[in-house]
C-alpha cells in the first residue's frame, strides 16, 4: 500500500493532476498495487486567506508517506517568489530532496522544434544538485537603496553535497545503461572556487566507475550541443543554477513544456513528482491544458516506488497518443481536451 500525498497547486495544477490519478488509478488496477491518497492543499489562494503555506506540522506528516505528487504552483494574486520558496523551495530543503531528475526524451518527431531529430537522437537525462548553490539564498544587501548599492548572492556548495550528487548520476547513469556517459556540465573557466569543488570531485568519483565514460561541458557550450547535437548526451551532471536553466531548453526540444515531467528525488526518503511547465493561470478551468506531463510525473513517481511495468505502460501510452492522436503538444491546439486527452492515456494502457 502507497501513500500518496497530492498537492493539486494553483490554476491548471489541480485540472493535470486528475488526468494523471485517472492514470494512476487504471494502472493500479491492471498492475495489481495499491495505494491511498491524501490531498494538501498548499495553494496561492489558501494564502490569500489564512496567510498560510507549509508548515512544518506538515512536513513532518509528509515524512510519513511514500511519494508526493504535485500539479504546479504559482498565482498571480500572489507576489512572485512567496508560494515558490514556501512551498518548493520549502519542501525540497526539509525533506531533503537533493537530486532534480529531468528526463528529456523526444516522443514525436512531429513535435520537435530540431530539423531532422528523431526520438533516439534525444533521450538523455539531467541529474541537478536541489538543494545548494545559488538557490540556497544566502547572500545580502550592502548601502541598500543608494547609488553604491552592492547585492551580494553566494553559491554555497559543500563538499557532500557535491560529492552525493555526483556519485547519484554515476549510479543512474550505469542503471540507465544506455551509452554509459556522464557528461559534468559547469563553468570551470569563470567560476573557479565552486566549480574547482565540482571538477576534482567528479574526477575522483569517476574512478570508482571505470565502465562509465566521463567528458565535461561549459554550460553555454552545452546549450548549443542541445540544439546542434543532443544525440552526443546520455545523462548529464551540473549544478542547482545550471540545471535550471537547460532542462528548460531540454523541455523545448523535447516538444515544450506540456510533456516534461521531473522528480525531486530523496534516494533514502520521501520524493516529489511534479510537471515542469507551471501553473498556467490563463488557461484555468478551460480544459485546454496538455495533461501529459503531468501523467508522465505519475509514471515517474512510480518507478521510483518500484513499479517498473506500470511505469512503462504509462509511458508507452503517452508515447502513443502524442505520436497518433495529437496535433500539437501545445495548449489548446492537442485537437483534444484535457481530460480527452487524460481518457486516451487510458484507453492505450
Keep these: 500500500m502507497y501513500k500518496i500525498a497530492v498537492i493539486p497547486g494553483d490554476g491548471t495544477g489541480p485540472e493535470v493532476i486528475q488526468e494523471g490519478l485517472k492514470a494512476l488509478s487504471a494502472a493500479a488496477e491492471r ?3 495499491k495505494y491511498a491518497t491524501k490531498i494538501f492543499d498548499f495553494s496561492g489562494q489558501r494564502y490569500l486567506k489564512t496567510a498560510k503555506l507549509v508548515a512544518d506540522s506538515d512536513v513532518s506528516e509528509l515524512k510519513e508517506y511514500s511519494a508526493i505528487y504535485l500539479g504546479a504552483v504559482g498565482d498571480p494574486q500572489v507576489k512572485p517568489g512567496i508560494i515558490e520558496t514556501g512551498v518548493l523551495l520549502k519542501l525540497r530543503f526539509a525533506l531533503g530532496q537533493y537530486i532534480n531528475l529531468r528526463p528529456v526524451k523526444l516522443y514525436s518527431s512531429d513535435f520537435c522544434p530540431l530539423k531532422d531529430k528523431l526520438p533516439e537522437d534525444i533521450d538523455f537525462v539531467v541529474v541537478r544538485e536541489n538543494s545548494e548553490g545559488l538557490y540556497k ?3 545580502e544587501f550592502r548601502d541598500k537603496g543608494t547609488r553604491d548599492e552592492v547585492a551580494i548572492q553566494i ?7 557535491v560529492e552525493r550528487c555526483i556519485r547519484y548520476a554515476f549510479e543512474y547513469c550505469r542503471k540507465r ?6 557528461t559534468l556540465c559547469g563553468k570551470t573557466n569563470v567560476l573557479t572556487y565552486a566549480w574547482d569543488l565540482w571538477e576534482r570531485t567528479f574526477n575522483e568519483v569517476a574512478k570508482e566507475y571505470p565502465d562509465i565514460a566521463t567528458d565535461y561541458a561549459h554550460v553555454d557550450a552545452a546549450t548549443m550541443w542541445f540544439v546542434k547535437n543532443p544525440e552526443w548526451f546520455d545523462v548529464i551532471v551540473t549544478d542547482n543554477m545550471f540545471g535550471d536553466i537547460i532542462t528548460d531548453l531540454g523541455a523545448m526540444i523535447q516538444g515544450g513544456m506540456g510533456i516534461a515531467a521531473g522528480g525531486n ?3 533514502e526518503g520521501v520524493s516529489m513528482f511534479e510537471p515542469i511547465g507551471g501553473s498556467a493561470p490563463k488557461y484555468t478551468g478551460k480544459n485546454l491544458i496538455n495533461p501529459l506531463a503531468a501523467i508522465c510525473a505519475a509514471g515517474m513517481m512510480l518507478e521510483n516506488l518500484g513499479e517498473a511495468q506500470a511505469a512503462q505502460a504509462i509511458e508507452d501510452a503517452v508515447i502513443k497518443v502524442a505520436r497518433t492522436k495529437l496535433k500539437s503538444l501545445a495548449a489548446g491546439k492537442m485537437g483534444y481536451s484535457t481530460q480527452e486527452v487524460g481518457d486516451l492515456v487510458v484507453a492505450n494502457l
Design 31 to 33: 498492475y495489481k498495487f
Design 155 to 161: 553559491s554555497y556548495n559543500t563538499r557532500k553535497g
Design 265 to 267: 528525488i530523496n534516494p
Design 177 to 182: 545503461n544506455k551509452k554509459k556517459k556522464l
Design 137 to 139: 539564498g544566502m547572500g
